[in-house]
């Protein structure tokens, strides 16, 4: 008992100093259990994010915007791989964070449970909803577990480039007739609350905050990084020229940041709990594809187990 106490205080120790902790160091169950369910989430976040995208690669207006739209695509499927290989580091393995997601055991991002309505979601899903990720993720970029802040120094480098083209495809839009116009603000006035909403519920009623905090996986708050998302985005609306679909955003010279209007908590409890516009969808979509593709799996491990033997072949 007395190993495992000293065990934690050499831990928190290591992560006071600013060290990270990598997957063969000694750490307390609970920290093992608060980064498979953060990592996986984020990590499921990425997969089932590519649907609400994927829906529109059809229908893109050019072929500029098309091939734009595959590579956004495709590297969130790549940040998926990342982040789920970084939580096998922690001893589980995919199947069981597969079967999570399955059985509604893990979450994934509120916000993926929207529809994407018209191609202008395509701008604002860019712009509001991968600005409102890296806001997150510089953040998440010194988190304690080694393999989880470099996955996040290259996914945020590509979120960057996500942001831009959601807002140069909404820049196009606005420059453009009274309908396409129109367009991003409908888009807007949809996808501002639920974009807010990603950053989970307040401090105060933020279950996991208080231990994930000394543990330095969050090194900032919910709210805190809500307001730096609002306190950047707002300046980004008016250059568009679009209104934000909040009659209490404003300027608070005293605090230094933009105050705003209240969530609608019911309505993210909704969705989190499996009653948004899109849950039920979003999930039978990734069971089915899963289902489908067993033989993918089947047939890629088949071709690293005879490539196995041959390597064990070529050693002996
Ligand atoms: N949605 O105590 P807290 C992207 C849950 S970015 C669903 O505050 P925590 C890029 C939370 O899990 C999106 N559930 O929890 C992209 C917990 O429930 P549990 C993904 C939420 O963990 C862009 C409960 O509420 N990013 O995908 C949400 O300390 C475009 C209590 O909450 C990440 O996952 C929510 N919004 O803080 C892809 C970032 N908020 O697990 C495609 C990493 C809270 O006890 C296209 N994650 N909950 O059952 C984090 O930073 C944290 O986990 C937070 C939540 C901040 C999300």
Not at 60 to 77: F, G, T
């Amino acid at each position: 008992m007395e190993n495992v106490m000293e065990l934690e205080a050499q831990f928190q120790a290591k992560i006071d100093r600013g060290e990270f902790i990598e997957p063969k160091d000694w750490m307390p169950e609970k920290y093992r259990k608060t980064l498979i369910r953060q990592i996986s989430q984020h990590a499921h976040s990425e997969i089932i994010g590519m649907q609400p995208e994927g829906n529109w690669i059809t229908r893109a207006p050019s072929l500029r915007r098309k091939a734009i739209l595959l590579a956004k695509i495709q590297d969130e499927a790549g940040h998926g791989l990342y982040l789920y290989s970084a939580c096998e580091t922690m001893g589980i393995s995919r199947e069981e964070l597969n079967h999570q997601l399955h059985t509604g055991a893990a979450k994934y991002s509120s916000i993926f449970n929207y529809p994407t309505l018209s191609w202008a979601d395509m701008g604002a899903i860019g712009w509001l909803v991968d600005g409102a990720a890296i806001v997150n993720q510089v953040s998440l970029q010194r988190t304690s577990y080694g393999p989880y802040a470099r996955a996040m120094v290259r996914i945020c480098k590509e979120e960057s480039f996500h942001q831009r083209q959601g807002y140069e495809l909404l820049l196009s839009l606005c420059r453009g007739t009274a309908e396409q116009k129109a367009m991003a603000q409908d888009a807007m006035n949809r996808w501002w609350w639920p974009s807010l909403m990603m950053f989970g519920p307040h401090d105060a009623e933020s279950a996991h905050s208080a231990q994930s905090m000394q543990w330095k996986i969050k090194r900032e708050s919910n709210d805190e990084l809500r307001q730096k998302f609002i306190d950047k985005t707002v300046a980004q609306a008016e250059f568009l020229g679009l209104t934000i679909p909040d009659p209490d955003l404003k300027w608070n010279a005293e605090r230094g940041h933009y105050d705003f209007g209240q969530i609608d908590w019911e309505e993210f409890n909704n969705v989190i709990r499996g009653n948004g516009p899109c849950n039920k969808q979003r999930l039978n979509h990734h069971v089915k594809v899963h289902e489908e593709n067993v033989w993918v799996r089947e047939a890629a491990n088949a071709y690293a187990k005879k490539n196995a033997k041959k390597s064990e072949t070529l050693v002996a």
